[in-house]
């Protein structure tokens, strides 16, 4: 029986507790662009982890901002 190969649009499973990096938490919050987490980022409106070497969205800190609006 043939693998079958995984979709690239399938959605991102979220880590319980967790973290993502830029281009997951952008397929988590429903496939916006990088540039628009990262501008996120920037406003203020979106809070990383940056105590490692790469940016980590905290998966509450995504489900915070997809609930409070995106303003």
Not at 18 to 38: D, E, N, P
Not at 41 to 60: A, D, F, N, Q, W
């Amino acid at each position: 029986m043939p693998k079958q190969k995984a979709s690239k649009t399938a959605p991102v499973a979220a880590p319980v507790g967790g973290a993502l990096k830029i281009k997951q938490a952008a397929k988590y919050l429903g496939g916006i662009s990088q540039i628009t987490v990262r501008r996120e980022i920037e406003r203020g409106h979106i809070k990383p982890c940056r105590t490692l070497r790469h940016l980590l969205i905290p998966v509450s800190e995504l489900d915070r901002w997809l609930t409070e609006g995106q303003s």
